[in-house]
């Protein structure tokens, strides 16, 4: 995963230039675990609230933790 400086014209029908991007490798064989990652990643990108603190985040281990946060979980008390 990257939060790249400057956002790039990907082309992307909705004409938003992209600037979190995700690179996603997984074992031969083990297409269900690659399906799940995407599925995953797909869900939280949705979330404003998420990419803002994704693009916030300003070491490698808060952004791993904001992905790994269960998306199910309440608001911690």
């Known amino acids: 995963m990257a939060v790249l400086r400057k956002a790039i014209d990907f082309q992307s029908v909705d004409e938003i230039p992209v600037d979190v991007v995700f690179l996603v490798l997984t074992p031969?064989?083990?297409?269900?675990?690659?399906?799940?990652?995407?599925?995953?990643i797909a869900r939280k990108v949705r979330s404003e609230?998420?990419?803002?603190?994704?693009r916030a985040a300003t070491v490698p281990a808060a952004a791993h933790d904001l992905l790994m946060k269960d998306e199910t979980a309440g608001p911690a008390a």
């Open 49 to 54: 609230a998420f990419l803002t603190a994704l």
């Open 28 to 40: 031969p064989g083990r297409t269900s675990e690659h399906l799940r990652l995407l599925a995953c």
